[in-house]
């Protein structure tokens, strides 16, 4: 099973290393130690403690309702207008979503740079590449 670090479960939490210490040291998180000495999270139960703290996130009373469940809060990062089609960058976190849409689309959101912007994804094929 893979295990993965302190500072390797920040990045896929979308915390501080700090935070995932205080999780640690408060028994939320499960570690081990390698034979260095390294704190180290299981993959499986990293798992299982990112699904809870998706959950005990609790819902905004602002989220509209939407079957596209995948959704990325950001800042926009870059618009380019064509006559007819546009496209919009989000980065969101360490991800960059890249979205084409209308030119109308963008005008009606009012879309500019630098405003917050959440990009929903919903698809039917997903592609998972191993790392």
Do not use: C
Request: aromatic content about 4%; glycine content about 8%.
């Amino acid at each position: 099973m893979q295990s993965y670090s302190i500072g390797q479960a920040a990045r896929l939490l979308d915390v501080s290393s700090d935070t995932v210490r205080r999780w640690a040291d408060a028994g939320r998180v499960t570690t081990h130690r390698d034979e260095s000495g390294r704190r180290l999270i299981d993959g499986q139960h990293l798992a299982a403690f990112s699904v809870e703290l998706a959950q005990s996130a609790g819902g905004d009373e602002d989220v509209p309702y939407t079957s596209a469940r995948n959704a990325f809060p950001g800042i926009v990062t870059a618009i380019k207008l064509g006559d007819v089609a546009a496209q919009v960058d989000i980065q969101a976190g360490p991800h960059r979503l890249v979205s084409l849409l209308t030119r109308e689309a963008v005008e009606e959101l009012g879309l500019e740079v630098g405003m917050q912007a959440t990009a929903r994804v919903k698809s039917t094929n997903v592609h998972i590449d191993r790392v």
